[in-house]
């Protein structure tokens, strides 16, 4: 393809199933991220089945608004999977029996003690001027065409085969097409609203032309995600994100909890770790969420020492040794019980930390005084303790969540402040 | 529109942020759902940003291709929001200021006492000949128009803005374009691989021509979505899908467990609220998961009494009294230490029935003899105890999850098997 200063790139998604309610292509979330660290964005996306008339339609249409297009699926083997006839039908290039190609097939099949089907032959045949793209984990070898107006790239459905593919075999051939370097940087911060954030770096923006800022708000956590374009090459794209990754970190401060993808769970445990403690909690409102989040955690069991459930006051009296006088002056919901709480599971079990919360998830239970999302998250050390009382919007789901967050920053915010956090 | 037999649909999803990796356009699920219960089948997707000359060429690609043209997105008051201008292009009409409109939006932002800011004004131009669909969760309103050869339909693109518009607006129009009458069943099952229930109900598809069946397969879940068509009327189509479910129940009995959508927690919360038992719950390898799940259902404080998370010998031995010499005997990953477990958080907690889990999760902690996905479920009541050896596959959260599964499964067999139940 001849280069042009505006290409335009069409990723096309091909199956009946991705027209129904219970299926989505995800694949175009992976191709486009990749694509956009070369400069390079996404102008249309299309789904279409694989009835055949609906299917070349689409590449007509396909080829003739877009400069690269990109089709996923409809490699196999079945009668049903018809891409590759589809293209060759539409550019009138003739499909080609590849020898080679059979023989690999073949050979996969035999490494597993099988024989070929008849019905993958067709999966040897190419493109007329096509490459190869092999495929490592699965039969369908994917296709790179390079005519003298566009590119087309065909790639099997499955992301497992999907991904190794585009990164070994089309990344390196993108790289001519490349119009800019990139820099990526995920920031995640709890403990600040989306517009108390916006407050605080928004005169950042103009001074950087060639930074792109996305935020993603989700409930007790907000991203900011970052790129940064250069046109010279990838030594100045990461320069310049680490000068303005420095420049948000300054004005978010501790707020941000990660830049390199870790988890809120991930980086408690990351702290716990570093600092030789371990934890325990008592959870009355996230009902085991927070000691699920925390254990999704490969190796969490070297900090996590045990959880406590404690729905029922009585069990948070004859678990916790909460005291009963104390529930019944202040409620089950309140900053006394809180602390207690996590002040009982703490002595339970021995360790360097404990963390309670208890609160209303909703969607009933709720009353003037204590309404639903009130919910209060203690945490007992050493030498203290600390309670905060939180008032979450929200369903019962991302109120357990907001709840277990806000638990988890306390220990973190506080192995901060160790030397050496 | 005139009627014809096979007609086209396309839904486009209008929005820059669409073609950004971090987003997905999930209103077209919600829509497809929805017109395939009218015997309706959605052939085209498109998604497409802001920008206009992209926007336009896919609308005309959408005209020459499809008879409904269902368009989400980009009717907001920004200059970024020009769904309505490029229909209009394309389609050589007019835009009509509608002073009605104009007044319900003022009225709306009113009520919440803000004035109505100048920019959403152009909300209350109509393209020609179109009808209003109104919007009663915000200011946008959609527009349904029905030209000779085509109807086309624009939603906004919150979906809590776009689901009600649809039900109270479009369905009713709809009706005259039906195709079929279609009733729904989802089977949720437990326990049987997909290939076993194959192997159980596959006779029964060609005596049904008139159904369809999707099975969706899960770690520890799998889905049968039914839908029976009927050319006469709703009626025709209810009694045979019930004809059908009850020959699929049949088949495979008490497996499922569920037909009205309920999950598994849902459907054990309410077998023990029945049966007016309760459950309590010492957690290893699921590490939480499966109070949580519990837990998310809400009212479950009236039959969940606690949970341990109990990951460490010493916590299982102080806290529920597992024998430290039963755990040096057979490991803590056993079917004899799940057992004690299962009595011992019973007993602990005086509920009527104890469950637990004990396994390896992994990525790491695997051996020869106990290797990754081993995990041993138990379960107490009154008068035993039972325990299951499983082996799953998957990673850390699958492991979990399918853990969570099986012992919820055993308490819901046990229940069914009661007077009642």
């Known amino acids: 393809m001849k280069r042009k200063k505006d290409l335009k790139i069409e990723i096309m998604a091909v199956g009946s199933e991705l027209l129904t309610p219970y299926f989505q292509d995800t694949n175009s ?12 964005e996404v102008s249309y996306k299309t789904i279409v089945g694989d009835e055949w008339d609906d299917l070349v339609l689409c590449i007509q249409q396909a080829l003739s608004r877009a400069d690269i297009i990109i089709a996923i699926g409809g490699l196999g083997p079945t009668k049903d999977d018809r891409t590759r006839e589809a293209f060759a039908s539409v550019l009138e290039r003739k499909l080609i029996f590849n020898q080679k190609l059979l023989q690999k097939i073949e ?12 019905v993958n032959k067709k999966q040897a045949y190419l493109i007329d001027g096509a490459e190869v793209l092999e495929n490592k984990n699965g039969t369908a070898p994917g296709l790179w065409l390079d005519t003298d107006s566009k590119v087309i790239l065909l790639f099997p ?11 070994s075999s089309v990344w390196p051939k993108l790289q001519s097409y490349r119009k800019k370097h990139t820099a990526r940087r995920v920031l995640k911060i709890t403990g600040l609203t989306e517009s108390k954030i916006e407050t605080l ?30 046109e010279k090459n990838q030594e100045r794209a990461e320069e310049s ?4 990754e420095k420049k948000i970190l300054g004005r978010l401060k501790e707020n941000v909890f990660s830049t390199t993808g870790e988890e809120l769970e991930e980086v408690v445990g990351r702290l716990l770790r570093l600092h030789k403690k371990n934890l325990a909690m008592a959870e009355s409102c996230t009902g085991g969420l927070l000691s699920h989040r925390l254990t999704n955690i490969p190796g969490s069991s070297d900090y996590v020492l045990q959880s406590m459930v404690v729905y029922s006051n009585e069990a948070k009296t004859y678990n916790l040794g909460v005291s009963a006088d104390l529930i019944e002056q202040h409620g089950a919901v309140s900053s006394q019980v809180a602390t207690a709480m996590a002040a009982g599971i703490r002595e339970k079990a021995r360790s360097s930390y404990g963390l309670s919360t208890t609160g209303i998830a909703g969607p009933a ?45 306390m220990v973190r915010r506080h192995l901060l402040k160790k030397p050496g956090g």
């Open 201 to 230: 770096i928004s005169d950042l923006y103009p001074q950087e032309p060639h930074a792109r800022l996305t935020t993603l708000a989700y409930p007790g956590q907000i991203e900011i995600h970052l790129t940064v374009f250069s």
């Open 107 to 118: 050979e996969r099949f035999k490494r597993r003690g099988h024989s070929m089907p008849s």
């Open 157 to 167: 459905g499955p992301p497992h085969e999907l991904k190794p593919m585009f990164d």
């Open 365 to 409: 239970g709720g009353t003037p005084e204590k309404p639903v999302g009130l919910v209060y998250t203690a945490m007992a050390w050493d030498s203290g303790t600390d309670v905060v009382k939180n008032l979450f919007l929200g369903n019962r789901e991302t109120i357990k969540f907001q709840s277990t967050q806000k638990a988890l920053d």
């Open 29 to 40: 979330l992976y191709l486009t991220e990749r694509l956009n660290e070369l400069g390079m």
């Open 241 to 244: 994100i680490c000068k303005l």
